[in-house]
């Protein structure tokens, strides 16, 4: 079976420092994964995915994900943070039929 | 292009009453599903369908809950007899084909029963 642990459920940043949002994976086969992002009172918006191939995943808005395999990881980075990236951020596994999310991740941002 | 639309955006019932949640999926997408967000929780999956089928209900609660996506109209996610717990965002992602494909997801209903 597969799941996600999002470790942290508030990061708080800095305008302009690096953003780093965890995310740990269990699955028995090899993994689908994903993020996604959700503004307040919007849906989810895909940032980026992992498939297979290339394991630096770059996305939209500036953010990128490495998947690594023996950690078990698919953290999300930006090198930058903006006042907009202030939102939720979820990590997600595909299951048998359907995606399996994390918990989320609050992100803030200062000026 | 219109995205996945979901209505209504806000629903209140009171304990006892139905609810019925409705999502119309990107155009030409014939694969749903309905999640539930609980608050400080991320999004549980509930059921997927295709077309005049369900192919997977495994996260829908066995009793009050139901879903259908007929051959014409909008997906329906119905809750009989509404209870305080039943309280949270559904929301609805469609997909053009199973789950190897990119799911886009609408804005949700959020419910609140009193």
């Given at each position: 079976?597969q799941s996600?642990t999002?470790?942290?459920?508030?990061v708080?940043?800095?305008?302009?420092?690096?953003?780093?949002?965890?995310?740990?994976?269990?699955?028995?086969?090899?993994p689908?994964?994903?993020w996604?992002?959700q503004y307040?009172?919007?849906?989810?918006?895909?940032?980026?995915k992992?498939t297979?191939?290339?394991?630096?995943v770059?996305?939209?808005?500036?953010?990128e994900?490495e998947?690594?395999?023996s950690?078990?990881?698919?953290h999300?980075?930006k090198?930058?943070?903006h006042?907009?990236d202030?939102?939720?951020?979820?990590?997600?596994?595909r299951?048998r039929?359907?995606?399996?999310?994390?918990k989320?991740t609050?992100l803030s941002?200062?000026? | 292009?219109?995205?996945v639309?979901q209505?209504p955006?806000?629903?209140?019932?009171?304990?006892?009453?139905e609810a019925?949640?409705r999502c119309?999926?990107v155009?030409?997408?014939s694969h749903?599903?309905w999640?539930?967000?609980?608050?400080?929780?991320g999004?549980?999956?509930?059921?997927?369908?295709?077309k005049?089928?369900?192919?997977?209900e495994?996260?829908?609660?066995?009793?009050?809950?139901s879903?259908?996506?007929?051959?014409?109209?909008?997906?329906?996610?119905?809750?009989?007899?509404?209870?305080r717990?039943d309280?949270a965002?559904?929301?609805?992602?469609s997909?053009?084909?199973d789950s190897?494909n990119?799911?886009?997801?609408?804005?949700?209903?959020?419910?609140?029963?009193?």
């Amino acid at each position: 079976a597969q799941s996600v642990t999002q470790l942290g459920s508030h990061v708080s940043v800095s305008e302009g420092a690096l953003v780093l949002l965890r995310c740990n994976y269990s699955s028995s086969v090899p993994p689908y994964l994903f993020w996604y992002v959700q503004y307040p009172n919007q849906g989810l918006q895909l940032l980026l995915k992992y498939t297979t191939g290339a394991t630096l995943v770059k996305g939209i808005n500036g953010f990128e994900a490495e998947f690594k395999k023996s950690e078990t990881s698919f953290h999300l980075t930006k090198p930058s943070a903006h006042m907009s990236d202030a939102a939720e951020y979820f990590c997600a596994v595909r299951g048998r039929t359907a995606l399996i999310f994390g918990k989320g991740t609050t992100l803030s941002v200062s000026s | 292009n219109a995205g996945v639309m979901q209505n209504p955006r806000h629903l209140v019932r009171r304990r006892g009453q139905e609810a019925r949640l409705r999502c119309s999926p990107v155009k030409g997408h014939s694969h749903v599903y309905w999640y539930r967000q609980l608050p400080e929780e991320g999004l549980k999956f509930m059921v997927y369908l295709q077309k005049e089928n369900i192919i997977d209900e495994s996260g829908m609660p066995k009793e009050r809950f139901s879903a259908e996506f007929p051959k014409e109209g909008p997906s329906i996610l119905r809750i009989q007899q509404v209870v305080r717990g039943d309280s949270a965002a559904y929301f609805c992602a469609s997909s053009p084909g199973d789950s190897r494909n990119e799911q886009f997801f609408g804005p949700g209903t959020r419910l609140t029963v009193l």
